[in-house]
């Protein structure tokens, strides 16, 4: 069975320096990158991934080091399905509802 | 892999490309983005409705990761299916191997598929309380080739005992021939994309012979699984649930990541599809001797997978 403690959750956050043009350039060629690969936003500067193993994510962690800008800094995150379940978010002063994780069906 | 199925059911959508998504728009109103799915994720797209349409872009993204992209017709049944003519590196020497395969491994493979499929109805019949001995006791008698057809004779059996002696398997039938057609379609997607994937030619069968069927091997890959759907279906059926809904169709769906019992474990239906492609390949090619077929199915695992949603 597929369980909340085998999916995962992979995050990359980026500071990126976007100064002179060939650096916004650089930054936008990453997060063009990242989208490529399936990254989705959640954030500016931060994009998450929903993976079926922990082997994915080492897959992903790998694609993410090779299209790695020059400047600034990268950080990957890892976590469980079941921990991404509390992740809190206030949008203003409100409390969102806690998102779903995607189902194996999508149906449109 | 274990991928999303994703489908298209309602007339107004429009399917597209963006980066790595795969991006479905109504097309009436504001033109309102419905929703997202990576394309690497994706392991088949069933196009079920009439009114879509679609960029070539997205085709050819879809077809470059081998994921099947399905046309459906009334009924459920697939008419057609875009798919990738490259799934692996190794494919031109593996279509070699699969074409010069002699015809006594060929028949000691079907028997072995055979063989596992009526291990797996035996096990659904047993999960559903039904007598099972009638189809157990078929397996032994398999012989390379299954000469005498006892596919077909364990399926004569086998339908009246899951669902009723009133019951008729018929692919143009609705009810739960409707369902069993539809589950049967999105097996075949995920077992062409595992075949595909492994470098084989999808038209060159084991036992499957019919001139006008171009996925003979897909047919004779997914006869062990076709009992895990049967099992389903009998279930929504338990559950008063006689026709192909949204709410069944999920659940038909669903039953691709269902855990079997394989020698390595438990793993789900699409992954057990994809390691027997990838092990057929490997017979072919001489580098091992047997098919991972799944085990034969644990009653309990199994009643254990009737009892959630």
């Known amino acids: 069975m597929l369980s909340g403690y085998r999916l995962m959750w992979i995050t990359v956050m980026f500071d990126l320096p976007v100064v002179e043009k060939a650096e916004r350039k650089a930054a936008t060629d990453f997060r063009n990158t990242l989208l490529d690969m399936g990254f989705e936003m959640s954030q500016f500067s931060v994009y998450m991934r929903f993976c079926s193993s922990q082997s994915q994510i080492d897959t992903y962690i790998l694609q993410v080091e090779k299209s790695l800008p020059t400047g600034g800094k990268v950080n990957i995150l890892q976590f469980t399905d079941k921990q991404y379940e509390r992740i809190i978010t206030f949008q203003g002063k409100k409390k969102n509802p806690s998102k779903k994780s995607p189902d194996q069906y999508d149906l449109f | ?309």
């Not at chain 2, 196009?47 to 459906?72: D, I, K, Q, W």
């Not at chain 2, 079997?260 to 699409?270: E, I, L």
């Not at chain 2, 599809?273 to 001797?289: H, I, N, P, R, Y």
């Open chain 2, 1 to 309: 892999m274990i991928g999303r199925i994703v489908e298209v059911a309602d007339d107004r959508r429009h399917l597209f490309l963006s980066r790595g998504f795969l991006v479905v728009q109504d097309t009436e109103g504001e033109r309102k983005e419905l929703g997202q799915v990576p394309l690497d994720d994706i392991t088949a797209v069933i196009a079920n409705a009439h009114g879509l349409s679609y960029t070539n872009n997205l085709l050819v993204a879809l077809a470059e990761r081998c994921a099947p992209f399905v046309l459906c017709a009334a009924n459920h049944n697939a008419v057609g299916m875009v798919w990738s003519i490259e799934g692996n590196f190794q494919q031109a020497k593996r279509f070699d191997a699969q074409i010069a395969a002699k015809q006594p491994l060929i028949k000691r493979l079907w028997a072995e598929i055979v063989k596992s499929k009526l291990q797996q109805q035996a096990a659904a019949l047993e999960a559903t309380g039904a007598p099972f001995v009638p189809l157990s006791a078929l397996v032994r008698k398999v012989r390379s080739g299954d000469p005498d057809n006892f596919e077909a004779q364990g399926a004569r059996r086998y339908w009246g005992l899951l669902l009723g002696d009133d019951f008729r398997r018929d692919q143009q039938a609705g009810g739960l021939n409707a369902m069993l057609n539809y589950g049967y379609t999105v097996l075949r997607a995920a077992t062409a994309r595992a075949v595909v994937a492994a470098g084989l030619h999808p038209t060159i069968g084991l036992h499957h012979s019919n001139a006008g069927n171009a996925m003979r091997l897909v047919d004779d890959l997914m006869e062990p699984f076709r009992p895990m759907m049967d099992l389903k279906v009998w279930q929504l059926h338990k559950q008063s649930e006689g026709e192909v809904t949204p709410e069944s169709k999920r659940a038909l769906v669903r039953t691709l990541y269902d855990d079997m019992q394989t020698s390595s474990g438990t793993t789900p239906v699409m992954v057990c599809a994809q390691k027997l492609a990838t092990s057929l390949a490997q017979v072919f090619m001489g580098e091992k001797d047997k098919l991972d077929l799944p085990l034969p199915g644990l009653p309990l695992s199994l009643a254990a997978s009737l009892q959630d949603d």
